[in-house]
């Protein structure tokens, strides 16, 4: 995993204090280092806006490309209802709205093993100090070739991010592992943050490509359907939020329907996940 810190975004630079100078690869991208985190994880800082860094990946070096790593972005979390929490979602732009980044119409290869891995050990740290974590659905860039998602916190309007939830999300990034008895699916319907979806990846072995909200239906082509599921690893059909999203003539036909109880129940530790109630609002 390659992790990628821009450096104007204010949670990726206090992961990068948390994380502070890191042993050197001896790669380099465009003059800046490649640093090691940890055993399988690596770090690149990088200037500007992580949203607005189209083709990262085809700028590796060769042996890095090679190694077909999965970038992942910390970064600042915004909403509408300024509610504290951590949050995973894949990239990408399901209907021709690109103002945040990406290419319209247009998604990112996704990872679903290790998104649900991120949204599980955010799980953990969030409960310890009173937030939520919660998947969100597929909504911006950059525009990339390779798998990647994004980690973020959102912090209401505090002027900083808080440092509890900054060091929750540094320890977590190098604790994602792939879970090999997850169910990998399409996720179709629901809000922006995803309830539904993120409580099945916390309480039973789902992973979840791309995240179709039922707001992106409206505008979601049969082609870019298509792409979400082909981009969604290796979906063995679609899970929808509720019954009356399977319609969507987008979606139909798609891919074979799942129920929520086709993957088997994980160890949940009492009070795992959350309600969802504080999910429902559109957010960055």
């Known amino acids: 995993m390659l992790i990628v810190l821009a450096e104007d975004d204010p949670v990726a630079g206090a992961v ?12 380099h991208v465009d003059g800046a280092p490649v640093r090691t985190l940890a055993p399988g994880f690596l770090a690149l800082r990088r200037p500007g806006s992580h949203i ?21 972005f910390p970064s600042i979390h915004r909403s509408e209802q300024n509610v504290p929490s951590l949050t995973v979602h894949p990239l990408g732009n399901p209907g021709p709205d690109a103002r945040l ?17 991120a949204l599980r050990v955010l799980d953990e740290g969030a409960r310890a100090i009173g937030w939520d974590a919660t998947f ?12 990647a998602f994004f980690v973020e916190v959102g912090y209401a309007d505090l002027p ?10 540094a320890e977590a990034i190098p604790r994602i592992r792939p879970d090999a008895r997850d169910r990998v ?14 409580e099945l990846a916390l309480a039973r072995c789902w992973a979840f490509g791309h995240l179709i909200s039922r707001h992106s239906l409206a505008t979601i082509d049969r082609a870019t359907a298509e792409s979400a599921y082909a981009q969604s690893g290796r979906a063995e059909g679609i899970v929808y939020a509720r019954a009356q999203d399977a319609g969507h003539p987008s979606i139909a036909g798609l891919a074979p329907r799942l129920r929520d109880q086709d993957a088997p129940p994980r160890d949940v530790r009492e009070g795992a996940g959350a309600t969802g109630a504080a999910r429902s609002a559109s957010g960055t």
């Not at 990068?16 to 790669?27: C, E, I, K, Q, Y």
């Not at 590796?60 to 090679?66: K, M």
């Open 16 to 27: 990068a204090g948390v994380w502070g100078t890191l042993p050197a690869t001896g790669l």
């Open 185 to 198: 699916a399409l996720g179709v319907g629901g809000g922006h943050y995803a309830p539904h979806f993120t």
């Open 52 to 72: 607005r860094d189209d083709g990262l990946d085809a700028r590796l070096p060769g042996t890095l490309r090679e190694a077909k790593p999965v970038l992942v």
């Open 101 to 117: 980044g990406g290419r319209p119409c247009t998604l990112v290869p996704t990872d679903p093993l290790r998104m649900a891995s």
């Open 160 to 169: 900083h991010p808080p440092t509890e939830a900054v060091r929750v999300l």
């Open 136 to 147: 969100e659905s597929t909504h911006h860039g950059p525009f990339l070739e390779s798998p």
